[in-house]
């Protein structure tokens, strides 16, 4: 789908990816509703996007349930939602918080899916849209020190891949966008075991993909009606060398040090 003078909804849009996605798609045309929970730094989003004024800021929290139905309301009809707001993690399984584990699930698994579900009967009725997902490399497999956002990411495949071929022939594609490192904040404010902030910025992270060039290419595939999206040769060989090697594939994930 093409987002030119498209309602485009894009969530986690204050910072990272998000502002870099909102900025892009603003240059392609598209008329952004900017969510996260920050107004200060969503209005600052808006003022770097062309054509500040067409855009819209609606604050939303995706660890608070009850306020998304709220939101949806106020964002009335949505061409593309990007459901791009998350939260990672830094913690071993054994040490992690069960309440910990379903923050991360809240947060990166059922809020996207509630809000898929209330926009969905609007792109039906006008047999027109597009969701799309910013999941991980860690939809696709799993590394230490990540387990519940690792499942979180995987969970996010397994229901919008379902939900991709319920609704073909419906007008409406669904698309899954996986990164690798990025330069953002997500490592800073990433939970630890016991829920605070990781608070450091990780090697990887730093060395990590310039966030407009990873919107430009994210922009293409939305426009591209791309179904899944891997951003990365390693994410691709990681891949293939699960489903072909997987003894190989588990060994090298216990040798990984992430960062």
């Known amino acids: 789908m093409q987002v030119q003078d498209r309602t485009v909804w894009i969530t986690g849009a204050s910072s990272g990816i998000g502002a870099a996605l909102a ?18 730094a969503l209005e600052a989003v808006r ?18 349930p009850d306020s998304l139905s709220a939101a949806v309301e106020a964002a009335g009809p949505v061409d593309i939602l990007v459901n791009n707001g998350g939260i990672s993690q830094r913690a071993r ?3 992690s918080l069960v309440r ?16 898929t579900k209330a926009v969905l009967p609007g792109m039906k009725a006008r047999h027109r849209g597009q969701i799309v997902v910013v999941s991980s490399l860690l939809g696709l497999f799993a590394t230490p ?9 995987h969970a996010l495949h397994g229901f919008f891949d379902a939900l991709r071929a319920e609704l073909h022939g419906e007008g409406i594609a669904v698309t899954l966008l ?6 953002t904040e997500i490592s ?18 730093a060395r990590g993909a310039d966030p407009a060039t990873v919107a430009r290419r994210m922009a293409v595939a939305i426009e591209g009606d791309r179904a899944e999206l891997v951003m990365t040769w390693g994410g691709v060989l990681a891949r293939f060398l699960r489903a072909t090697f997987p003894g190989l594939s588990r060994f090298l994930m216990r040798t990984l040090r992430p960062t």
Not at 100 to 115: G, I, S, T, W, Y
């Open 178 to 183: 996986c990164p690798g490192y990025v330069r």
């Open 188 to 205: 800073k404010n990433a939970l630890s075991g016991d829920g605070s902030a990781h608070a450091a910025l990780d090697e990887g992270v």
């Open 93 to 95: 399984a054994d040490q």
């Open 145 to 153: 020190l990540r387990s519940s956002y690792a499942a979180s990411k």
């Open 47 to 64: 003022a770097r996007c062309a054509h500040p004024e067409r855009h819209r800021v609606l604050l939303l929290d995706l660890a608070e």
């Open 100 to 115: 910990v584990d379903r923050q991360l699930m809240e947060v990166n698994f059922f809020a996207p899916v509630a809000l």
């Open 23 to 40: 900025v892009e798609l603003a240059a392609r045309g598209a008329r952004l509703i900017l969510s996260a929970r920050r107004a200060e």
